[in-house]
């Protein structure tokens, strides 16, 4: 039986995916090989860079098309890093090795 997920929860996995392929095309650390301290100080640095990207959208008049793309890149930063912070905690997923399960 092939359980249908809610449209937000399909979109934020889209999403979640192409900001890990564009971390592993630049080299990122992957998550797995930090410690909680580390991805706990990645997390306050993503939130910090959020920060920064909501800034360039709260006036209307000065929100443009990339402000808010940008925007939307640095908010899936903060949950796709708070998910593997919290994932770290989790018996299972902390045995997981790196890559993809198909």
Known sequence: MTMKLRLFTSWAADKMEET???????????????????????????????KVAMARCYLEEKRTQDAIKHL??????????AMMLAGGFDENLSKLKRGRRM
């Open 20 to 50: 890990l392929l564009v971390k592993d095309k630049k080299g990122y650390q992957p998550w797995e090989e930090q410690t909680h301290a580390q991805r706990y100080q990645h997390l306050m640095e993503e939130i910090a860079e959020a």
């Open 72 to 81: 939307q890149s640095e908010l899936v930063d903060v949950a796709l890093t």
